[in-house]
């Protein structure tokens, strides 16, 4: 594979993913008008959002059979699409049923689209040997931050949810089909390398055979670092509010804060890893993390909180990237079904975080429950090996996992 073609896969997947973070935002950042729209009641509205992260389950699922007989790379081609019109039937419908198919079919399509995403991302991250993978994840906040910022403007304009999705979408899906021509993997289907050689191959085993108490620990990691960030997108308006007194308008700042310095820190998160290696930049991503809960627990005022909730965009941002890479390096032979029972549970986090931090609340105090994401992101500290150890470089700068590392 030449170095041309390389670099024109990593463009046309960080154009994927950020296309994905501009769709994903517009849907989340608008549901109070879909509710309005399709009349859901407050008592039914957690059915709907708690079914698109199951479905997206099932997606990444279905996508670890369907890749061992086709490429990541044509899943990813059709599945942005669909989401991309999924959008656009939630704000063209009408009847309940509109919006049930239409979340259904974004679920199913998103599950899908963040398993080949990261599948890929995998793959060329060996291909060139070094780590690129949190780059990846800084397109799709940079893309999420976009989304909300239309998402803002529609609001502030009071334009229907069509208006807003159309122009979007628009723009979007043809840019995303023209992209996936450059689509390119750093392995094939049957493991092998761009050189021809065996991706598993010196691996002491692990490399071939999927093994899920090897998996586990990033299993856990990956469920840990959702519920922190699903802490912060669904309860850190509220927690500025109604328990640091704050205004309604500073109370929409902290997550604003918190994609800002998402974005920041994927954007050099990779030289980070390169510089120290990646079990140093997840552990002190999680103690960075873990202190912005402790700040925002303890916090007198609302701007103490939003100095805890931008330590935590610093310092979750690095963990859910460097997750899926860690997958690849310890399954290389068998990374894409890794890529996709590992984006299982990232729907698992996101549907456990926000409930969780809830009941909480309710039941004892919200600075409590701010304490429960910090003990969960501090147990990634005892899995942080899960990251290591770093890929030798062999041949023509792909990587393999030393023997006596595996497992």
């Known amino acids: 594979m030449t170095d041309a073609g390389l670099r024109h896969g990593r463009a046309s997947l960080g154009l994927s993913f950020g296309v994905q973070g501009v769709a994903f935002a517009l849907l989340v950042t608008r549901i109070p008008a879909i509710q309005d729209q399709y009349g859901i009641s407050d008592g039914l509205l957690p059915v709907f959002l708690a079914a ?38 939630v704000g063209a419908g009408r009847e309940m049923w509109h919006v049930a198919v239409a979340l259904g079919v974004f679920g199913l399509a998103v599950g899908a689209l963040d398993a080949s995403m990261n599948m890929l991302g995998v793959s060329l991250q060996r291909a060139y040997g070094r780590s690129i993978m949190t780059g990846f994840h800084a397109a799709y906040s940079l893309g999420g931050i976009a989304g909300a910022t239309l998402a803002w403007a529609g609001a502030r304009w009071e334009l229907s949810l069509l208006a807003s999705y159309l122009p979007v979408v628009a723009v979007l899906l043809p840019a995303a089909l023209i992209g996936s021509r450059w689509y390119t993997e750093g392995k094939g289907v049957e493991g092998k390398r761009p050189d021809g050689t065996e991706a598993g191959a010196g691996s002491g085993g692990a490399g071939g055979a999927l093994s899920f108490k090897l998996l586990l620990p990033l299993c856990l990691i990956m469920t840990f670092a959702y519920i922190g960030d699903s802490t912060v997108s669904n309860w850190s308006a509220k927690y500025l509010q109604d328990v640091l007194g704050s205004s309604e308008q500073l109370a929409t700042v902290p ?153």
């Open 52 to 89: 698109v992260p199951i479905l997206a389950g099932a997606g990444s699922v279905a996508t670890e059979k369907v890749v061992a007989r086709v490429r990541p790379s044509l899943v990813l081609r059709w599945a942005q699409p669909l989401v991309l019109l999924a959008l656009l039937g």
């Open 255 to 407: 997550y604003n804060l918190y994609m800002v310095t998402t974005l920041l820190g994927r954007a050099v998160g990779d030289l980070g890893v390169r510089r120290f290696g990646a079990v140093a930049v997840v552990r002190g991503g999680s103690l960075l993390a873990a202190g912005g809960f402790a700040v925002v627990a303890v916090a007198p005022g609302a701007w103490v909180g939003m100095l805890g909730f931008t330590m935590l965009g610093f310092g979750l941002c690095v963990i859910v990237p460097q997750t899926f890479a860690a997958a690849g390096r310890m399954f290389p032979g068998n990374s894409d079904a890794a890529v996709a029972r590992l984006n299982i549970f990232n729907y698992v986090g996101f549907l456990v975080g926000s409930p969780l931090v809830g009941a909480l609340g309710d039941a004892w105090s919200y600075r409590g429950a701010m304490l429960v994401p910090m003990v969960l992101v501090l147990a990634t500290l005892v899995y942080a090996r899960a990251f290591g150890p770093e890929p030798a470089r062999y041949g023509g700068g792909h990587e393999r996992p030393r023997t006596a590392d595996v497992g």
